[in-house]
């Protein structure tokens, strides 16, 4: 009920991932110190794996931390989310190596193999942001190892010229949606017309519609409604400030994750 033909198929393979039991996968990564989110109102039945916001994005601007919606998430639910995403970065910070292997360990339960042809979506980052090129490297190795899941991030270490590579690298895998996050501070991403990046544009209000094509654009004012861009990027379709539109989330829509043609 409520989800359209063109994405049937998907919502259908995450109902059926939904009766699956990552109840022990996920305890043992919790018993370890790492807390893999299962759901939000947007990304619905999604999951995802944060870091807290500002100190884990060294590649922000001021404007993009001014309306992070993670910082004010983290402000008003402190005990269970900032701590959670501390928690995540103390582990990686000590050993990454064994964040790598647990990681990697935790996709083989997580991987739904029998929708055939099909890949379960994973958001890396729904807080924080590839802060080092060795944590690059290691997302790099999970992904890789994991082709049955389908990851998305959105990152701004493409502003980093130690790291633009090793994000060319990580966005050249077939099972990974890479979107370089903009703003009018941040300039457009000069990207190589071989290059899979992604870009998505963060909008302080209608007047602030960036002046170069971008993929998506995402809304902080959404109190007006805006369907359409000048070129051909579209609009998140939960955030057009129309009557229904949050009634949509992530797992009806196709824009980001890609799941499917």
Known sequence: KGVSLKNYSLYKIHKHHKKMSL????????????TVSTRNRKLNQIHSFSLPTIISCPDRTALCESLCYAVKFEKQYKASTRDNYEDNLAFVQK???????????????????KVKGKKIPFRIHVAGDFFSS????????????SPNTMFTVYTRAWRNKASRLLIEDLASLDNINVW?????????????????????????N????????????????QSTTLTKLPNKGKV??????LKNSKKMNCLTCNICYKIQS
Do not use: Q
């Open 23 to 34: 109840k022990e996968p996920l305890g043992k990564l919790k018993n370890l110190g790492i």
């Open 95 to 113: 050993d990454i190596t064994r964040f790598t292997e647990v990681m990697t360990e935790f996709f083989k339960s997580y991987e739904h193999k």
């Open 134 to 145: 060795e944590y690059i490297k290691a997302w790099h190795s999970i992904v890789k190892d």
């Open 180 to 204: 370089a996050s903009l703003d009018k501070d941040t300039g457009d991403i000069l990207l190589d017309e071989k290059s899979t990046i992604r870009r998505a544009y963060l909008s302080v």
């Open 206 to 221: 209608d007047t602030d519609l960036p002046s170069y094509s971008v993929d998506i654009l995402f809304r902080n004012d």
């Open 236 to 241: 998140c379709p939960y955030e057009m400030g």
